[in-house]
């Protein structure tokens, strides 16, 4: 089975410029989250939907950043303006209601690079 | 709110040997769940053992194992006969059963095996 999966593993822009990452949680999930993991600030999570609706979105830094769900298979997370602190790598990740510890399944992640 | 505190930055081990890494929380909840994830330089995070809150008898996975101290508030995960791919960053995360999904993590903690 395809594990959860993000697109692109690593992307490097400028800043200023906006940027889209992608996520496809597995399939039959209902859960998706989005996290971030910096030096700094470790592992945090951004925002996390319950199908398809965004359930927590405390943890988005600022209006620079955006999530959508349009579907139960796909999710973006957007950054625009992008700024050198958002480099990071970010992580997706999906659930099941019922599995046992609603066991969080995570992305490969992408390594996000603002110069 | 819940936090979770690794105080061992690093730890190193020789290959064959027995090392605990330790983690701390903090919680109001009675019941909630824990884990312990590995991050190998691949980054992607791998859940190693997994811990209910509410279940006295400690978890256990093949060479790993927890030391849960309910009480204490203390969670260690500890690695018997370690071999060389079991190098890594481990987190410590927590998350509550009822309520928020989100996991919680500490900051880690980098595991080197000496051969």
């Known amino acids: 089975d395809a594990g959860v999966i993000q697109s692109p593993r690593h992307e490097v822009t400028e800043m200023g410029q906006e940027v889209t990452l992608r996520c496809k949680p597995i399939?039959?999930?209902?859960?998706l989250f989005w996290y971030r993991q910096t030096m700094m600030r470790g592992l945090e999570l951004l925002i996390y939907f319950n199908n398809n609706v965004p359930i927590d979105d405390s943890g988005m830094p600022e209006d620079r950043f955006s999530a959508k769900m349009p579907n139960a298979s796909f999710s973006t997370l957007k950054i625009q303006p992008s700024e050198p602190r958002d480099s990071a790598v970010y992580f997706c990740a999906s659930s099941i209601t019922g599995a046992p510890h609603n066991e969080q399944f995570f992305g490969p992640g992408t390594r996000l690079t603002v110069l | 709110a819940q936090t979770v505190t690794q105080s061992q930055p690093e730890m190193s081990v020789q290959e064959a040997e027995t090392v605990t890494l330790s983690c701390t929380y903090d919680?109001?909840?009675?019941?909630?769940?824990l884990f312990w994830y590995k991050q190998p330089p691949s980054r992607q995070m791998i859940l190693v053992i997994r811990?209910?809150?509410?279940?006295?008898q400690n978890a256990t996975e093949n060479r790993f194992s927890v030391n849960f101290q309910k009480a204490a508030k203390s969670f260690s995960l500890k690695i018997s006969d370690s071999q060389l791919g079991d190098a890594a960053m481990y987190f410590c995360?927590?998350?509550?059963?009822?309520?928020?999904?989100?996991?919680?993590f500490g900051t880690g903690t980098r595991l080197t095996i000496i051969p």
């Open positions: 919680t109001s909840e009675s019941d909630y769940y």
């Open positions: 995360a927590y998350r509550a059963i009822f309520g928020n999904e989100k996991l919680t």
């Open positions: 399939s039959g999930h209902d859960y």
């Open positions: 811990q209910e809150a509410y279940k006295q």
